[in-house]
T-cell receptor, first 113, second 117 residues
Framework: GENVEQHPSTLSVQEGDSAVIKCTYS??????FPWYKQELGKGPQLIID?????GEKKDQRIAVTLNKTAKHFSLHITETQPEDSAVYFC????????????FGQGTELSVKP | GAGVSQSPRYKVAKRGQDVALRCDPI?????LFWYQQALGQGPEFLTY????????KSGLPSDRFFAERPEGSVSTLKIQRTQQEDSAVYLC???????????????FGPGTRLTVL
């Protein structure tokens, strides 16, 4: 089955700096890759997603890149702000198989003012 | 309501007790998922419903875990004879599309934190 590895497990940056989180997946059939942000005591919230027919997607300060050949995808956050501090999860799924998400282990991002 | 709701938010059970966790998905959402999230880990898939049909229960860890969605809306996850290793946050998510269609955003509830003593 699918396996998703996420790095780093913790990341500390200064406000205004960029943050990058990387994930690799094992099943080449996976074709949907969402990123979720989880704050303490809350459920995961989708922040951006990408499908395998595109290589990059941007939404304001957030971007995701996908390399299907290498089976890895990355989250890029620019101009980080203290409110970006949270745990971020990547996930992989196979469209048409019910949408079951396989999550990475999470990255705890801390943005210091 | 505007989002996915879950109840109770916190549940403490003695080992061996049965528990029932409720999920109210976003109105009209076809698909409903249950995930288990251990402390410091990512969510792990438990089971999936499309309307009232349970199409995938491959993630349920044992036959002590049972889920239902009899009318295609509210779902209940039941754990019988709870064990300490069942302690986790149980997350429910719903999406507007069903299997076979383009994957749609899964909207998560706040979760139920289960502690088994």
């Amino acid at each position: 089955g699918e396996n998703v590895e996420q790095h780093p497990s913790t990341l500390s940056v200064q406000e205004g700096d960029s943050a990058v989180i990387k994930c690799t997946y094992s099943d080449s059939a996976s074709n949907y890759f969402p990123w979720y942000k989880q704050e303490l005591g809350k459920g995961p919230q989708l922040i951006i997603d990408i499908r395998s027919n595109v290589g990059e997607k941007k939404d304001q300060r957030i971007a995701v890149t996908l390399n299907k050949t290498a089976k890895h995808f990355s989250l890029h956050i620019t101009e980080t702000q203290p409110e970006d501090s949270a745990v971020y999860f990547c996930a992989a799924s196979l469209i048409g198989q019910g949408g079951k998400l396989i999550f990475g282990q999470g990255t705890e991002l801390s943005v210091k003012p | 309501g505007a989002g996915v709701s879950q109840s109770p938010r916190y549940k403490v059970a003695k080992r061996g007790q049965d528990v029932a966790l409720r999920c109210d998905p976003i109105s009209g959402h076809v698909s409903l998922f249950w995930y288990q999230q251990a402390l410091g880990q990512g969510p792990e898939f438990l089971t999936y419903f499309q309307n009232e049909a349970q199409l995938d229960k491959s993630g349920l860890p044992s036959d002590r875990f049972f889920a239902e969605r009899p009318e295609g809306s509210v779902s209940t996850l039941k754990i019988q004879r709870t064990q300490q290793e069942d302690s986790a946050v149980y997350l429910c998510a719903s999406s507007s599309k069903g299997a076979g269609g383009p994957t749609d955003t899964q909207y998560f509830g706040p979760g139920t934190r289960l502690t088994v003593l």
